[in-house]
């Protein structure tokens, strides 16, 4: 079992489209990240929430972190064709481990 | 500031053959780092970590080990090369804040 799911697994929409993906444990943590990777590249950190029920916005992207700190949700408005990439959550655990799950792969069509 | 050198970005090996990639990062002191691996556009397993000189901890029982000879610099190894061993290798180091920073990767496709 994975110790964070994520969902959907792949997800293809139309310029201009809002979508949400998710990102889901039965533990909870004390933070959370958001990556974006492109094919050939490393994860680009997004953001991290640290705080139950915190919300944080990057330009389109809305990220929040659940009341439990267990869950947290990336929300896009008007999706573009540059958002296009793996999107993945990850955690910290004890030890200095960073946790990461299967992602959600994006496409954005023109 | 702080930059990740990882390579060589692709490498064909046949089985049996060694490996090693090297990491090496600049502009910071101590910091943590890491290997994983990521199956063709999946999420990231990961390998080894590292919180500082020659210490390392492995998180996956396999055909690979790690070494940390100096404080920003990690090495992933095997001396044989198994099929299973392809995919994309990701190195990073992280902060106080937890936050990791990747480098560019390296795509290994065992023949």
Redesign the interface.
Known sequence: TQLLE?SPQFLSIQEGENLTVYCNSSSVFS?L?W?RQEP??????LV?VVTGGEVKKLKRLTFQFGDARKDSSLHITAAQPGDTG?Y?C?V?LN?????????T?LTVKP | SQTIHQWPATLVQPVGSPLSLECTVEGTSNP?L?W?RQAA????Q?LF?S?GIGQI?S?VPQNLSASRPQDRQFILSSKKLLLSDSGFY?C?W?DK?????????T?LSVL
């Open positions: 994520q933070s990240q990556y050939g590249e490393g994860p680009v950190l991290t793996l993945l990850a910290p030890n200095n481990d960073m946790r990461f799950g299967a992602g792969r | 943590n890491y994983y556009g999946r999420g990231l990961l970590y919180v901890s998180e990701l990073a992280s804040n937890e936050k990791l920073f990747f480098g560019s990767g795509q």
